[in-house]
């Protein structure tokens, strides 16, 4: 699948390791976007932009919309060590938790692949397995404890080095600030598999996806999201149904 042509162009934060990506995020942190003087549905409307531009940027809003669910996964568990008062972060941070368990979002957080549209790419040509079974499908939905293994000669991050130690894990340029892995999932680079886990949850003290952007974000285009999923679900609804 080729890349936008506008991917980097509109300063949009996106899921890349790329430097331009880099320079975006660093420059955007001093630029934060402008919502006081815009009305409620602008606001909603650039939260979307900006949000869905990282999250699920290699979907459109179609399919976004069939993945949306507005009831939100939390958990009120405390992990061990956790101080008591830490309080419990916005539900809204999970607006996006269904792009979470995409397969080609699962090989990109896995830091198997440089950017969200190479791990697309490597699912669609048959190097992304499920349970052993090939699965070239970017928007199959994992499951908890599905494992997903990447055959080693697709990831980009890999060589093989002199010695019979098998693979190694070898460092790119501008990766540092990318190189971190989320509580749901689990990755083996020497077999080169990941373990999906469970679902993300918001638990008190910590949000588990991955995002640049602050909460109220997540919240304005969470609301956006909730007023489209009632209209399209009512529309449906109003459909006359076929006979056959």
Same mark, same amino acid.
């Given at each position: ?12 934060i ?21 919502l ?70 699962i %090989?990109f &957080?896995?830091?198997?692949? /440089? @950017?969200?549209? +190479?791990? $697309? ?104 999201? %909730?007023? &489209?999923?009632?209209?399209? /679900? @009512?529309?449906? +609804?109003? $459909?006359?149904?076929?006979f056959?």
């Amino acid at each position: 699948m080729r890349k936008p042509k506008d991917t980097f162009a509109r300063q949009l934060i996106r899921m890349s390791w790329s430097k331009y990506n880099l320079y975006t995020i660093a420059t955007r942190g001093r630029q934060a976007p402008r919502l006081g003087n815009r009305t409620l549905y602008q606001q909603k409307w650039t939260a979307k932009r900006e949000t869905r531009a990282y999250h699920g940027g290699q979907i459109n809003e179609r399919q976004f919309l069939r993945l949306f669910n507005p009831k939100i996964p939390t958990s009120n568990t405390r992990v061990a060590g956790q101080e008591k008062d830490q309080k419990h972060p916005p539900a809204v941070v999970l607006t996006f938790a269904s792009i979470e368990r995409r397969l080609d979002t699962i %090989v990109f &957080r896995a830091c198997l692949a /440089t @950017s969200i549209w +190479q791990a $697309r790419q490597m699912v669609l040509h048959g190097k992304v397995s499920v349970n052993g079974v090939k699965t070239p499908s970017p928007s199959h939905q994992a499951s908890p404890g599905d494992i997903i293994s990447v055959i080693p000669n697709a990831i980009p991050l890999l060589s093989e080095p002199a010695t019979e130690s098998g693979l190694t894990f070898v460092r790119r340029p501008f990766m540092q600030p990318f190189i971190f892995i989320p509580d749901y999932l689990e990755v083996n680079f020497n077999t080169c598999s990941i373990v999906y886990l469970r679902n993300p949850i918001s638990r008190p003290g910590k949000s588990e996806i991955p995002s640049p952007f602050p909460p109220d974000l997540h919240a304005l285009a969470y609301e956006l999201y %909730v007023s &489209r999923k009632k209209k399209r /679900t @009512s529309r449906q +609804q109003l $459909r006359p149904e076929k006979f056959v």
